[in-house]
């Protein structure tokens, strides 16, 4: 019973797989065919777009630079001398008034020696008293000769007076003519070692006008090399300082940016003519300062490929608050803003143009790729010059999810059309909640 049981079950599993297959393959007609693959229906992609058109634009390029004073000032010893006063306080970083005296040297042997010149000034005046009186005798004495010898000359003619009489008359004139001449010349003498007295005391009062060295204006000291009772030789540096009424920076910009700007900027525009700012980013916000460009730098870095162009803020001092506004120092690392007129242009995402080409929504609603021309670049912004017209709808989702041919389903991104129109101002834009449309802008922290 065992053996036939066993039999049965063997002959069960080999019949049952047939017949389920000769049933599937009766009943096979019957069955629904599946749908062909070009019959699936896709739902468009949904793609975030912005409508191009023209927005107010004002074009910037950004650089870096190094502060430096526009003045520089060395307190230079002009005298010798033991130094007897000094400005208080007078320390490297603190800040010297215009007139204030900062250095006094000893000057008394200086005056010594200008009271011996007056001194020898005052007995040449006496001296010259002396002389003119003799030469009042003299001159009087030398006509008188004259007149006698006047007289014994016509008597000689007339043969009453000899001619040894009329030489020794003549005699007497010369002598009295020479004397006469003597205390002239001597006159002409003291007013000569007057002069040479004039000129030397002349030079002392200078040098003992040196004495006091003062602040030739507002300055902040940066290097003190003297001190009260040193003695200091002729062209010691004793101080180092450095102007506070106005800063310079070097920064330098991309050879490639400061044109396009200039272009931007008009006609004929020069690099003096563009705006300025200087920026200095601070815990919570940037600290933001006017400037004005001075010149164009004519070194290019060679490394770089970048051209210095110099700004220039005025009384940096003046605008420092404590804690908000640091004041404007030696070697401080900045950025620099350069900006032209505000103008209407064509602004786009940077990201959204990759290798000059552009992904813009067709009339019939799948993606195209265009050719796209930058003119110019301003941070994140690109201004287009050709390849977008106004209407156009440019594709701003990640590109990697984006593909030409595809049909779309386009969304206005008013968040990033908002986030667009702060930035072309120079402002930024506050995040859009969803469905509440364009972001609200706000003043850039300043």
């Given amino acids: 019973m065992a053996t036939v049981g066993l039999v049965m079950r063997r002959a069960l599993m080999v019949a049952v797989p047939v017949a389920l297959g000769v049933a599937g393959i009766f009943f096979a007609g019957n069955l629904r065919k599946l749908p062909e693959p070009g019959a699936v229906s896709r739902p468009p992609t949904l793609v975030r777009v912005i409508t191009v ?76 008293d002396t002389v003119r009186t003799s030469l009042a005798l003299a001159q009087s004495d030398l006509d008188l000769v004259r007149a006698d010898l006047e007289r014994q000359t016509r008597l000689n003619t007339q043969g009453v007076v000899t001619q040894a009489a009329l030489d020794a008359t ?29 000129t030397q005391r002349a030079g002392l009062e200078r040098s003992i006008g040196f004495a006091d060295i003062r602040a030739p204006y507002d300055l902040r000291v940066s290097d003190l090399s003297a001190d009260i009772g040193q003695y200091v030789n002729r062209g010691q540096v004793l101080l180092t300082g450095e102007g506070v009424d106005a800063a310079d920076i070097s920064a330098q910009f991309p050879i490639g940016r400061i044109g396009p700007l200039l272009r931007l900027a008009g006609e004929n525009a020069a690099v003096t003519k563009l705006k300025a700012q200087v920026k200095l980013p601070a815990p919570g916000h940037v600290v933001v300062w006017p400037a004005k460009v001075e010149r164009m730098g004519d070194a290019i ?50 990201e959204a143009v990759q290798n000059g080409m552009a992904l813009v929504i067709s009339a019939e609603g799948t993606l195209e790729k265009r050719p796209v021309v930058i003119g110019f670049t301003s941070g994140d912004l690109a201004v287009v010059s050709k390849g977008l017209s106004p209407g156009d709808k ?9 593909v030409p041919g595809m049909a779309v389903k386009p969304v206005e991104d008013e968040a990033r059309k908002a986030q667009i129109a702060a930035e072309a101002l120079g402002q930024t834009a506050a995040v859009a909640k969803p469905g509440s449309g364009a972001g609200k802008s706000k003043e850039a922290a300043q």
């Fill in 394 to 402: 440019l594709v701003v989702t990640d590109p990697s999810i984006a």
């Fill in 301 to 350: 870095d060679e490394r770089t490929q970048s051209a210095p162009v110099v700004v220039r803020v005025t009384d940096p001092q003046a605008q420092s608050v404590a804690g908000e506004r640091p004041p404007l120092r030696r070697n401080m690392f900045v950025e620099v803003e350069l900006s032209a007129p505000k103008q209407q242009a064509l602004v786009v995402p940077a």
């Fill in 53 to 128: 058109a023209p927005i107010a634009l004002i074009p910037r390029v950004t650089g870096y630079g190094s502060v430096a004073p526009v003045r520089e000032w060395r307190a230079v010893a002009r005298i010798e001398g033991a130094i007897t006063e000094v400005a208080k306080p007078l320390a490297p970083g603190d800040i010297v008034k215009q007139g204030s005296l900062v250095f006094r040297i000893d000057d008394s042997d200086m005056k010594l020696t200008l009271a011996g010149v007056d001194a020898q000034i005052a007995a040449s005046s006496i001296k010259d």
């Fill in 170 to 198: 003549q005699r007497q004139e010369l002598t009295a003519r020479t004397k006469v001449t003597e205390l002239n010349n001597q006159l002409a003498l003291n007013a000569a070692e007057r002069d040479v007295l004039a």
